[in-house]
Every structure is written in structure tokens, then in C-alpha cells.
């Protein structure tokens, strides 16, 4: 039981990125926090939601690439 208090903490912690991550993306807010706290599902929950954000990002850097590639 013991063992499972620290990862309660980092989930902890990722669900709260995650909650203000996901305002900013307009997702569904409360399913990825929640399921982002629940134990071992949640790291690999965080995991895919920070590589769909980074994927997001390089999508954007492309459009303003492309964007001001010809101006």
C-alpha cells in the first residue's frame, strides 16, 4: 500500500497539467484528469496527452512555416 502513495503524488501532479493543458486544447477537461489519476492507467494516460501536445505544437510550427515561407 505504501508503494502506491508515491505515484498517487505524481499522478497527482499530471492530472493538474493535464486539467490546464486540456482548457488550452478544448478536450474533454474532466476525462483526461480524471483518468489521469487513476494508478498505472494514468502515467500512460499523461504520456499520450504530452506527445498529442507536442504533436500539436509541431503542426503549428509547420503552418507558420509554410506561412511565412512565402510572404
Same mark, same amino acid.
Not at 505515484?7 to 493535464?18: D, K, N, R, S, W
Not at 503552418?63 to 512565402?70: C, D, G, V
Given at each position: 500500500?505504501?508503494? #502506491?502513495? &508515491? #505515484?498517487?503524488?505524481?499522478? $497527482?501532479?499530471?492530472?493538474? %497539467?493535464?486539467?490546464?493543458m486540456?482548457?488550452?486544447?478544448?478536450?474533454? $477537461?474532466? %476525462?483526461w484528469? !480524471?483518468?489521469?489519476?487513476? &494508478?498505472? !492507467?494514468?502515467?500512460? %494516460?499523461?504520456?499520450?496527452?504530452? %506527445?498529442? $501536445?507536442?504533436?500539436?505544437? !509541431?503542426?503549428?510550427?509547420?503552418? #507558420?512555416?509554410?506561412?511565412?515561407?512565402?510572404?
Amino acid at each position: 500500500m505504501f508503494q #502506491l502513495i &508515491p #505515484l498517487l503524488f505524481i499522478q $497527482t501532479i499530471y492530472a493538474a %497539467v493535464i486539467f490546464l493543458m486540456a482548457r488550452k486544447q478544448a478536450v474533454r $477537461t474532466w %476525462v483526461w484528469t !480524471l483518468s489521469a489519476l487513476v &494508478p498505472f !492507467l494514468g502515467l500512460f %494516460v499523461a504520456l499520450v496527452f504530452f %506527445v498529442r $501536445t507536442i504533436l500539436s505544437m !509541431l503542426d503549428r510550427l509547420n503552418a #507558420l512555416e509554410r506561412n511565412t515561407a512565402f510572404s
